[in-house]
């Protein structure tokens, strides 16, 4: 048993050694191969390797010659793994440089067999990632959409004139229930800048993941601008697919991208779902330019930006980039300057106009082409046909005749001229182009007309309340029109300062002239207008006399107007104008009297006699059966008269006003000081009470009295449709102070001078007024003494010089809303104010004040107490001026735990004489979303602010003085450094 056993191991130790032996033979002999290829396997690497770099440099070559595309992430992964290869072959190369210096011995044969092992494997990764490199499935595929796309564009950080609009646009951006926002002007004002500088702003990058600009041309089409978005985001289709797949591919692709959609040059308006562009995508937005504001109105924009026309200095500004070293050249500067003038502050028009000017090299040519341009359009000047193109379109765009006619009536006026819009509007009415029946009805359509005008930029709103006027370039392109046209022909000579008239012959064929503000001392004394529609001669202050025959030939004539000429009576020749429906005196104050053949006008609508020297009317007033509006002054009447106006005043009882049965508005000019007239205006009050027509009134009430007297009398006076302004006592000014800070119209005001307490016809009338006005009221405490529920319709309130007035709103004495409607208050010079508000407050009060200021208060400490404050959401302007002992603008200890958002919509606020200001709010928790300017003047110590780069990101405008800023006190120094460059100081 045991012989077994050691036979059977000795058997087993027998198979391992020889094993091992076989083992160590294969050991040695695969040593010795290797060795021995030691040489071919370097040179077959080295050459694989070679092969491998060569292929990479092929890809690299074809991926940097395309920039349309981009390398696939196969082929960028293939890229890497060479890199790394020629890195792992470079390190075998150089041990075998090594290798081959080494002297022979058994180590060499080792270290050479190893290395050689090595190399061969090597070989096969270099082979395989060769054959990789075929990239079946592509070397390169489309790049992913840039992020933006930066457009070559002026900056308008240096032209406050534009830049303003792109801050305004941002600021839209931030808010998150903005969604579309539209931008519109008049060609060439600068709107295609100010979309190219949000797309390429720094602030906008980093609010979107992509901004996508499409110049939308006038031959647009859903596939068009389909296709402009597709390439944008480098969409591609397999096959061709209709607008509507399309359309959802595109809102696939947009899906969960935040993008903002440029969209200029819009010229009506496109559905943006039949693109794929969808409303509901979140925190993305929609941009778009138009020359047309009802485009931008049909595209449901929830926010409007109107750019206008540079100012002058950011308008040399440009053309002096344009135009470069030459305006250096002697005597240029000055000519320029005019040159920069005729360009009405258009940027694409001094673009235009620079280029041209820029060949010019001395002072001869460019007198030579600022003569030229003067003459533009009837002139032709290179480069500036896109400008009177367009102008054109807009013009033959025009829907109607009675519009283009309306149009064209605007050019009869001088050069940015100031047109009251009324007026206007009487023109166009007494022309035939906006007739109706009933006077309101066709202003209603003037107003029509003329917001469609304004909506394509050939008419623009002017600063000045109901103002409006023509451009310069856009009036020049109207005279070229009116000049080609065979049926209606003008002569406009305006303010050129001539003292002769137009020849007599020219006269003949005219439909319309303008002669008004020159220095005429004479007419012509016969000529013969037969077709002569429109005469404005207004502004004339040389002109004394009309001569007797003057309209003996101007049957056709339905507007004459002659106001603030120096005339002294009117020619019994004004009998033959049996067409005329519109007839201006005002301000003609040597005329001294209405001749007799007054009654002839048969016809005659509009009468307007304010500033006249006539002191009173005649009888034969009472035969204007048709006039609808009547604008008089009486505070000459009965002058000279030794019965101090009795006759008079039997005179206007008996013959006067009283029969004008189809008188729709009635303005009656006084003298605010005088109170010699007091018993004519009780008198005519009892006249104009019943008037059966009457739906405006403008009137003077000496008397509470009198006012209770027309309330009582007049059937129609409470009726919606009937506007006032009724002024009740003495005051400084015959005009609502209030009425210039508002953007619209209001219809029913009420002025109440020098009054005492309260009187229960002052609260009847407050409950129909729209706009109050107490000046010098005596023996009241605050508003609510007039009874709050009175005041639910006021829009605007303006205090002044009310020197018992204690608080505005007494809460005590109310327990309902208060003061809901109202948009503005001013109240100054009120001695003994202490507070705004006294009491407790019922929400919603003054819930849409947008504008407060208050003046010369010297007693009033705290503005914004306990619970108000959190009612004025909607408040934009605050203005705090000369009130000594004003301490802090928002005291919050009486509101301890106020909103941080409390003030989501201020935008100025005005801080001037109040050497008691020591802060503006106690807490910098306050954030001022909206906040733009603020003005702090002479608030000496005032030595921090509450503001922070975070809190008032949209501020753009810190006005005050030098001394001040530099000794504020800040709490991070880099809110400073952010301020500062927006300091403007004086």
């Known amino acids: 048993m045991a012989e077994a056993v050691v036979t059977a191991t000795a058997s087993a130790v027998a198979v391992e050694a020889y094993k091992d032996g076989r083992s160590l033979f294969g050991y ?84 050479r067999s190893n290395l050689s092992r090595c190399m061969a494997k090597k070989f096969e990764e270099v082979h395989a990632l060769m054959q990789e490199g075929k990239l079946d499935n592509g070397i390169l595929v489309d790049r992913p959409p840039d992020h933006v796309r930066i457009l070559d564009a002026p900056t308008t950080i240096d032209k406050p004139s534009l830049h303003w609009a792109v801050e305004e646009i941002l600021g ?44 939308v041309s006038k031959s ?48 009506g308006s496109i559905d943006l779902a039949e693109i794929g562009i969808r409303d509901n995508i979140k925190d993305s937005r929609v941009v778009l330019a138009s020359r047309f504001r009802h485009v931008c109105c049909e595209m449901n924009v929830d926010e409007l930006v109107n750019v206008k026309r540079l100012s002058d200095v950011d308008a040399w500004r440009i053309f002096e980039e344009k135009v470069g070293r030459d305006l250096k050249l002697p005597g240029i500067k000055p000519i320029a300057q005019q040159v920069v003038k005729e360009c009405v502050g258009l940027p694409l028009l001094i673009d235009r106009v620079a280029r041209a000017f820029k060949k010019k090299d001395n002072v001869h040519l460019w007198r030579d082409g600022l003569r030229s341009l003067r003459r533009w359009p009837s002139v032709r000047i290179q480069g500036m046909d896109e400008v009177l ?26 050069e940015d001229c100031e047109i009251f819009v009324d007026y206007l509007l009487e023109c166009w009415k007494a022309e035939g182009y906006t007739d109706d029946p009933k006077f309101r009805d066709a202003r209603d359509r003037g107003h029509n007309i003329l917001h469609d005008l304004v909506s394509v930029s050939l008419l623009e709103r002017s600063e000045k309340r109901k103002h409006i006027r023509m451009n310069k370039v856009i009036r020049s392109m109207a005279l070229k029109i ?74 056709s004539l339905r507007v004459l107007d002659l106001h603030e000429t120096g005339i002294t009576s009117l020619p019994s020749s004004l009998s033959r104008l049996h067409s005329l429906r519109a007839l201006y005196l005002n301000s003609c104050v040597a005329l001294l009297e209405l001749p007799p053949c007054l009654e002839f006008l048969q016809h005659l609508e509009v009468l307007d006699i304010r500033g006249t020297g006539i002191c009173c009317l005649p009888s034969q007033i009472g035969h204007l059966t048709q006039l609808k509006c009547l604008r008089m002054s009486v505070s000459n009447f009965g002058l000279g008269n030794p019965n101090k106006g009795q006759t008079r005043i ?75 302004q009724f002024f009740v006592g003495y005051h400084d000014s015959l005009k609502f102070q209030i009425l210039d800070y508002f953007e619209y119209q209001i219809h029913r005001c009420l002025k109440y001078g020098k009054g005492e307490g309260q009187h229960p016809v002052i609260s009847e009338v407050l409950r129909e007024t729209n706009v109050v006005e107490l000046t010098g009221h005596r023996n009241f405490l605050s508003l609510s003494d007039f009874g709050m529920e009175n005041m639910s319709n006021l829009r605007g309130c303006w205090l002044e010089d009310c020197e018992d007035i204690e608080c505005i709103v007494d809460g005590n004495s109310t327990s309902t809303l208060a003061l809901e409607s109202l948009e503005r208050m001013h109240i100054s010079n009120v001695p003994q104010l202490r507070s705004i508000w006294k009491g407790p407050v019922q929400a919603g009060s003054l819930g849409q004040l947008t504008s407060l200021i208050l003046y010369k208060c010297p007693k009033l400490k705290n503005i914004f107490t306990g619970g108000l404050i ?21 005291v919050e200890l009486n509101s301890p735990n106020l909103d941080p958002n409390t003030l989501p919509g201020l935008k100025t606020i005005v801080l001037q004489q109040l050497p008691g200001l020591r802060k503006i709010a106690t807490s910098s928790s306050l954030r001022w979303p909206s906040l733009e300017k603020i003005k702090i003047i002479s608030c000496p110590f005032l030595s921090r602010l509450p503001f922070t780069a975070n809190n008032a990101s949209k501020l753009r405008s810190i006005e005050g003085e030098q001394t001040w800023w530099g000794s504020l006190n800040w709490e991070e120094g880099e809110n400073k450094h952010r301020f500062e460059s927006l300091c403007i100081f004086v």
């Open 389 to 414: 193109e367009f102008l054109r379109y807009c013009y033959e765009d025009l829907d109607s005749h009675d519009k283009k006619f309306c149009f064209l009536y605007g050019a009869l006026f001088p």
């Open 28 to 111: 040695i002999s695969r040593k010795f191969d290797y060795a021995s290829a030691f040489e071919d396997n370097y040179r077959r690497l080295t050459y694989e390797a070679g092969k491998l770099y060569a292929r990479g440099d092929d890809v690299k070559a074809e991926i940097n010659a395309n920039k349309t595309k981009r390398a696939s992430k196969e082929c960028q992964l293939w890229m890497c793994r060479v890199e790394e290869m020629e890195s792992e072959v470079s390190e075998l190369q150089l041990k075998y440089q090594k290798e081959i210096k080494r002297r022979s011995g058994f180590h060499r044969f080792l270290s």
């Open 482 to 555: 009116s000049s080609q046209s065979r049926d209606d022909k003008v002569l406009v000579r305006t303010s050129e300062g001539l003292q002769e008239p137009p020849n007599e012959g020219e006269w003949g064929c005219l439909n319309r002239i303008s002669l008004m503000d020159n220095k005429l001392c004479r007419l012509p004394d016969e000529p013969n207008c037969d077709n002569l529609t429109t005469l404005l001669l207004q502004k004339n202050r040389d002109l004394i006399a009309i001569p007797d025959a003057f309209f003996l030939h101007m049957q």
């Open 650 to 724: 039997m005179e206007i009882n008996q013959f006067g006003i009283s029969n004008l049965l189809m008188l729709e508005e009635l303005i009656v000019d006084v003298n605010p000081y005088s109170r010699q007239l007091d018993e004519i205006f009780k008198i005519v009050t009892e006249q104009v009470a019943t008037f059966p027509r009457l739906n405006s009134l403008t009137f003077f009430f000496p008397e509470v009295d009198c006012l209770e007297r027309f309330i009582k009398t007049s059937p129609s006076w409470k009726e919606t449709h009937f506007a006032f």
């Open 172 to 215: 839209f951006l931030r808010e998150k229930n903005v969604k579309r926002i539209g931008l519109w002007g008049m060609v060439g004002t600068g709107k295609t800048t100010v979309m190219q500088n949000l797309n390429n702003n720094e602030l906008v990058a980093q609010m979107f993941d992509i901004v996508i600009w499409v110049t």
């Open 220 to 267: 647009w089409s859903v596939e068009k601008l389909q296709d402009a978005i597709r390439q944008r985001l480098n969409l591609k289709f397999d096959g061709p697919l209709n607008p509507i797949e399309t359309a959802q591919r595109i809102s696939k692709e947009l899906e969960n991208t935040r993008y903002l959609l440029l969209l200029d040059e819009l010229w």
């Open 870 to 890: 959190e009612q004025l959401s909607q408040l934009h302007h605050l203005s705090v001026e000369d009130c000594d002992e004003i301490e802090e603008i928002i």
